[in-house]
Structure formats: structure tokens, C-alpha cells
């Protein structure tokens, strides 16, 4: 089947750190893989996204790569700042019967002290 | 840009009680879907739909129900709340066709959070 595991929180973190979370996938196919965060009493924004192997996803600082090899897609940034708190969401989405479906890890909760 | 609403965004039941979600969105998308989110578990599908008239039921359909009347609404009921049923519910909707940038990326609403005493 379809499933997602990252890494478990909470992470805390000075600003300016160097910041890696791990997710890696089971998939049958070749998912479309994504990062969503969801910041404080917020729905789930769309952070990066990569579409097949190699593919780099990179948005507001953050990047992580398509490694098919390791069914993973790791999450990184070289400084982080206290504005990039937040829960951040692993997902990788299949096609079943005619519908896209997301499949999510369970979050990891990510704290930046000043 | 209004995107995908909520109502309400917070509510309290007592068990057996029972109550409806309303998930609206204006980008005139085709999927709509239902998620719960409990903590320690990520999200979970509970039912989607891929048009108007049309829904089905996801990874934890138990205990809800759903319809699509229209193509921007819709609904999630629960008969008769039970306290396994608290959580933080999440709706969101995808576009089926159109640019390849925004094509079935889920845009998700600000959640309600559902209490069952």
C-alpha cells in the first residue's frame, strides 16, 4: 500500500540552524510527493512539491529532492527563522479509480527559538 | 480570495447529539474532500468527492456522512456524535484540470475543531 513516515518532533531549533526533516514513502507506481505546513490555528498551506525522480521542490527558503533510490524526500533549510514554526506535513498522492488521494506522515512540529 | 470556508469553526456535543460541517469553496474546483486530524496521526481521509452528485468514502468513512449537492459545497454530518469523534476536521478541494503548477494540489480550509463530551 500507499503510506508516509517522517520523522518524529518535536524539533526545537535556534535561528540561523541548519534544518533537515527526514520523510520517507511506500508507494506502488511513481507518487507525486509534497510538503505542506500548517502554521499556528491555520489549514494546510502547500510548501514545495516534486512530480517525478530527481525533481527538486524548492519554495520560501526550504528544498527537498525526489530520491526514488530511497523512497525518501527529505525537508531542508540552511537557516531557519522563528517565523518557520510551524507542523510540517509529508505527503505523497496516487491515483485510485479515477480520484487523487493524499496520503499523509504524521507531522512533525518544528520550533525556532530567537 | 475567499479559497475553501469552514462553518463552524469551533463546536462543543454532547455524545449522540448531531450536527453538520460546511465546507464551501469558490475556485470552482471538481474534488472536494473531508480529512480528520488527531494528533500523533497526521491527516485521514474520511470521505471525497470528484463532483457534484458524487462522493465516496475515504480511509475512516465510520460514523459520517457526506453529500454534494452542489459542486461548491460540501458537507460532512455526523448522525450521532460520539467522543472518538473529537478531532480537528480539515476540508479541502483540488482543480481537475488547468495549469500544471496548481492541477490537484489540495488548498485546504482553516479546520474546525469538534469537542464530543
Known amino acids: 500500500g500507499n503510506s508516509v513516515t517522517q520523522m518524529e518532533g518535536p524539533v526545537t531549533l535556534s535561528e540561523e540552524a541548519f534544518l533537515t526533516i527526514n520523510c520517507t514513502y511506500t508507494?506502488?507506481?511513481?507518487?507525486?510527493l509534497f510538503w505542506y505546513v500548517q502554521y499556528p490555528g491555520e489549514g494546510l498551506q502547500l510548501l514545495l512539491k516534486a512530480t517525478k525522480a530527481d525533481d527538486k521542490g524548492s519554495n520560501k527558503g526550504f528544498e527537498a529532492t525526489y530520491r526514488k533510490e530511497t523512497t525518501s524526500f527529505h525537508l531542508e533549510k540552511g537557516s531557519v527563522q522563528v517565523s518557520d514554526s510551524a507542523v510540517y506535513f509529508c505527503?505523497?498522492?496516487?491515483?485510485?479509480?479515477?480520484?487523487?488521494?493524499?496520503?499523509f506522515g504524521q507531522g512533525t512540529r518544528l520550533t525556532i527559538n530567537p | 480570495n475567499a479559497g475553501v470556508t469552514q462553518t463552524p469553526k469551533f463546536r462543543v456535543l454532547k455524545t449522540g447529539q448531531s450536527m453538520t460541517l460546511l465546507c464551501a469553496q469558490d475556485m470552482n474546483h471538481e474534488y472536494m474532500y473531508w480529512y480528520r486530524q488527531d494528533p500523533g496521526m497526521g491527516l485521514r481521509l474520511i470521505h471525497y468527492s470528484v463532483g457534484e452528485g458524487t462522493t465516496a468514502k475515504g480511509e475512516v468513512p465510520d460514523g459520517y456522512n457526506v453529500s454534494r449537492l452542489k459542486k461548491q459545497n460540501f458537507l460532512l454530518g455526523l448522525e450521532s456524535a460520539a467522543p472518538s469523534q473529537t478531532s480537528v476536521y480539515f476540508c479541502a478541494s483540488s482543480p481537475l484540470r488547468g495549469r500544471e503548477a496548481t492541477k490537484n494540489i489540495q488548498y485546504f480550509g482553516a479546520g474546525t475543531r469538534l469537542s464530543v463530551l
Open positions: 505527503a505523497l498522492r496516487y491515483l485510485i479509480q479515477g480520484a487523487q488521494k493524499l496520503v
Open positions: 508507494a506502488t507506481g511513481y507518487p507525486s
